[in-house]
């Protein structure tokens, strides 16, 4: 019945919703798909991508065949899973060769590499933006940003024995686009987008000659030019879902042709209306990565940071947090989601309907296992997996100025954010007042700007009293809901022997978060006591114990 002859073939699936029902329920968003196994064309299919073979039966009559070559080799058709690498990862010409070394390491993957840019490039390149606006034309070459990144960028190329012609362009190009800043003595967001895509535009073409130099064949790609389709919210955009099919064709197309190692930059893509360079959001490479293993239906994503994996709490704020080993994608995203700048927030989102795990390593010491994020996991054993903290956020109490038993006080409160496209973060609710946060990270400075803050109150204040309290931080625990009642009586132990008074409390419906509100210059304290009491102690043991000053678990004082 069934041949074992390998081909590889671009599909229509466009063509057959039959095809493409299947396709989605397999997780597999590529159009182009091995076939191990091959009847007709028209009946049964046996698809399979990469190791794991999807056994799919098909009756897609109308799937079109547009392209079929025999392969003799299965294994070597296929790209196999990406490499995101992020500027902490590649900061100088020493570091691009570590991670070179370190992609040629893995014999038998063919990965497509993400790169963010270089070092802290997207910082340097938004301030040189801003001085530009005010600086006047003739001083622009006097831009301090400006020089830092001409020097770092053409000392890597000529460290890795790279022709700086790979660069000269987009060098020219960035003073003529801050001279240009300068004269109109305005940054849009438009213009800031097409300013940072300098960064990755220009590490790719370092990293990619570097690559051919040293003998391992690679082609450079452009996001915007292979078919990251975004949405034209600049400095924000969201991809688009005409962005898998077309990507999946540009580097899985090329690699059939003539096989090399993408590399790709991060960040960026194309508006769908102003075909415009667009942005995903500071820390959007993770996002790329993720999109493109779904695009291509890869085997794996790794992100490569300069941890060891996801900790259990931002490093910068208590040394002492450790690696998790296993997260699902929900506990990811919400961790993400809640200011944990190791993950950007919507790059779960493309490995979870791809079903792709996705893998956090260390650069810096690959041998550490890392932390891997897949849909599910054993969570027997899990109470709490991570704390985060989202600094200087703003709260406010809204009290109806109704009487009690109205209805329509919720609804008329949130038409009011969704008329001002402010998104809400933390909510709790009595039936005469609501207490919520504002969620800042739809905005590139990840600040609300007092103007939109002040139309909000001014349109709340029609149906309410409104108390604004800004300054505080937003800890969000993430771990096992099931045992909310053992973390919250750990939590409010540790929050009473500090004298920290929790201003709002939110047990989301994700049933993997619990968020506390509390005043900003209290937060950090908080967070490595809360770090102390559950991660350098036996939680099963914290019963019948509380925690002491400096964290630490000990017997209740009057037992
Ligand atoms: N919970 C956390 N786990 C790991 N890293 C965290 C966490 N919270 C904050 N970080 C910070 O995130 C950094 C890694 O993210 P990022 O700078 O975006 O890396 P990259 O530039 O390599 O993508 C770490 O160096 C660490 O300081
Ligand atoms: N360079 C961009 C995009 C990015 O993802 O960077 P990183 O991977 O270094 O966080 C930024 O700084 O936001």
Known sequence: ????????????????????????????????????????????????????????????????????????????????????????SLASAWRMREVAELIL?????????????????????????????????????????????????????????VDESVIAKHLEELEQLLKGIAMMKELTPRTKDYL????????????????????????????????????????????????????????HGDWIRDPAIPIVTGFLGKGWRSCAITTLGRGGSDLTATTIGKALGLREIQVWKDVDGVLTCDPNIYPLAEPVPYLTFDEAAELAYFG??????????????????????????SNAPGTLITRTRDMSKAVLTSIVLKRNVTMLDIVSTRMLGQFGFLAKVFSIFEDLGISVDVVATSEVSISLTLDPSKLWSRELIQQELDHVVEELEKIAVVNVLQHRSIISLNGNVQRSSLILE?????????????????????????????????????????????????????????VSDNGSVQLRSEE
């Open 105 to 161: 390491s893995f014999r038998n993957e063919r990965p497509v590499i993400v790169l963010s840019a270089m070092g802290k490039t997207t910082n340097k390149l938004l301030l040189a933006g801003e001085k530009a606006v005010s600086c006047g034309v003739t001083n622009v070459d006097s831009i301090e940003e400006l020089s830092i990144i001409k020097e770092l960028h053409l000392r890597t190329a000529k460290e890795l024995g």
């Open 196 to 251: 940072v895509s300098f960064g990755e535009c220009m590490s790719t073409r370092i990293f990619a000659a570097y690559m051919n130099k040293i003998g391992a064949k690679a082609r450079q790609y452009d996001a915007f030019k292979i078919g990251f389709i975004t949405t034209d919210d600049f400095t924000n955009a969201d991809i688009l879902e005409l962005t898998y099919p077309a990507v999946a064709q540009s580097l």
């Open 340 to 365: 944990a700048q190791v993950l950007h927030p919507q790059s779960m989102r493309p490995a979870r309907e791809g079903d792709i795990p996705v893998r956090v390593k260390n650069s810096y010491n």
């Open 490 to 546: 750990k939590v409010f132990n540790v929050l009473h022997i500090k004298g920290i008074n929790v201003q709002m409390i939110s047990q989301g419906a994700s049933k993997v978060n619990i968020s506390l509100i509390v005043n900003d210059d209290e937060a950090e304290q908080c967070v490595r006591s809360l770090h102390s009491a559950f991660f350098e102690s036996d939680v099963s043991e914290l019963d019948g114990k509380c």
């Open 1 to 88: 019945m069934e041949n074992t002859l390998h081909f590889s073939a671009t599909l229509q699936a466009a063509a057959s919703p039959v095809f493409s029902k299947r396709m989605n329920k397999m997780h597999c968003q590529s159009l182009r798909v091995q076939m191990v196994n091959y009847n007709s064309v028209a009946t049964n299919l046996t698809l399979s991508r990469s190791n794991r073979v999807l056994k799919v039966s098909c009756e897609a009559a109308s799937v079109d065949v547009l392209e079929m070559n025999k392969t003799e080799n299965q294994a070597e058709t296929q790209l196999t899973c990406v490499m995101k690498f992020g500027g902490s």
